[in-house]
């Protein structure tokens, strides 16, 4: 399991912009697809995004397609999570996860977790 550590969150208005980093612990960082959930207050967690271990390949949620771009640099054991046009309803904790699937935006295959950071959008 790689450890993964947040950063980025914060405070921001609505239309602003937020970019999200998680740096993994592990060299074998490629070999896993990366993944950004978040949890809002009394809301399940869900998918936001993922990405493939080359990067080639994104995925996102219906809800923040055309606003966020996931991304990673593997030389630098990092995925980043670039956040345009926020929404009110986009606050939430903020998670990256791993996988050593291929592909996947199901929580229960994401088998490594980040602490969480807090992303605030006021109105």
């Known amino acids: 399991q790689l450890q993964l550590v947040e950063s980025g969150g914060g405070l921001v208005q609505a239309g602003g912009s937020l970019r999200l980093s998680c740096a993994a612990s592990?060299?074998?960082?490629?070999?896993?697809?990366m993944g950004w959930f978040r949890q809002a207050p009394g809301k399940e967690r869900e998918f936001v995004a993922s990405?493939?271990?080359?990067?080639?390949?994104?995925y996102y949620a219906d809800s923040v397609k055309g606003r966020f771009t996931i991304s990673r640099d593997n030389a630098k054991n990092t995925v980043y999570l670039e956040m345009n046009s926020l929404k009110p309803e986009d606050t939430a904790v903020y998670y990256c996860?791993?996988?050593?699937?291929?592909?996947?935006?199901?929580?229960?295959?994401?088998?490594?977790w980040g602490q969480g950071t807090q992303v605030t959008v006021s109105s």
């Open positions: 996860a791993a996988s050593p699937l291929f592909w996947t935006r199901r929580a229960a295959d994401f088998g490594s």
């Open positions: 592990e060299r074998t960082f490629k070999d896993y697809a």
């Open positions: 990405v493939i271990w080359s990067g080639d390949s994104t």
